[in-house]
């Protein structure tokens, strides 16, 4: 019942950017927060970014300032503007979305970044 799409990933050359977008529709309980985790081969899934319903956001370190996180509260909807990508910031992003009953995972978006 509950969907979580998320949109915007592809190739792209190093230095470029990329806009991801999650739309979560469905009856979802009140939302705590919303991020972005990242899971690349035979690496574990790390937290990218996150935002509370109320705008507070948290960004990983090896973000630092490259990476936006924002979201549209009536759409349920979140996303994350990457700038100045590198060749590690290959991996698959996925968008979750956190609620006090349980947390909701997409199906995940492939970000491929490589000359």
């Known amino acids: 019942q509950v969907q979580l799409v998320e949109s915007g990933g592809g190739l792209v050359q190093p230095g470029g950017s990329l806009r991801l977008s999650c739309a979560a529709s469905?009856?979802?309980?009140?939302?705590?927060?919303m991020g972005w985790y990242r899971q690349a081969p035979e690496k574990e899934r790390e937290l990218v970014a996150t935002?509370?319903?109320?705008?507070?956001?948290n960004y990983a370190d090896f973000v630092k300032c490259r990476f936006s996180i924002s979201s549209a509260n009536a759409k349920n909807t979140v996303y994350l503007q990457m700038n100045g990508l590198k060749h590690e910031d290959t991996a698959v992003y996925f968008c979750?979305?956190?609620?006090?009953?349980?947390?909701?995972w997409g199906q995940g978006t492939q970000v491929t970044v490589s000359s």
């Open positions: 979750n979305v956190a609620t006090w009953v349980r947390d909701y």
């Open positions: 469905g009856d979802i309980p009140v939302i705590n927060t």
């Open positions: 935002i509370t319903r109320s705008g507070i956001t």
